[in-house]
């Protein structure tokens, strides 16, 4: 591979719950992978983590290949889990602010084929920017 790879840009832009359980919430993400550079990125795998408000909410983990054109960008659905009181935490402290006003930061790691060690990312905004998944 090429020596100088700059990292793929990730970022969450949706977030949907899928089943509450009473000890644990599954959600489905969805993440937009950019690459910056002028070949395409083969992603293998993608290990993160959402805290909301500076707090642990939610980790993930997907082998689901992706493609990343160069100068291009893809979707991921990921499923992620949190817990009871991960939610009850989250809702309590939103308030009269509502869900919209909390922010996020999403980081983790992603592995691309031909590469033996991953690439971190991170990215934050807030939670009022994101689209329902549908």
């Known amino acids: 591979m090429l020596a100088r790879t700059e990292p793929p840009r990730v970022h969450l832009v949706g977030l949907q719950l899928q089943q509450m359980d009473l000890f644990e919430q599954r959600y489905l993400v969805r993440l937009r992978v950019q690459n910056p550079n002028d070949f395409p990125l083969r992603v293998r795998g993608l290990d993160f983590r959402v805290d909301i408000d500076g707090e642990r909410f939610a980790d993930g983990v997907s082998n689901r290949p ?21 939610l009850a935490r989250r809702l309590r402290d939103a308030g009269e602010a509502g869900v919209g006003a909390m922010e996020y930061r999403l980081h983790g790691r992603v592995a691309l084929t031909g590469y033996a060690v991953p690439l971190g990312f991170e990215s934050s905004g807030n939670l009022g920017a994101l689209v329902p998944v549908r």
């Open 66 to 86: 992706l493609e990343v054109p160069a100068f291009g960008e893809a979707l991921a659905e990921v499923e992620v889990s949190s817990s009871l009181w991960s």
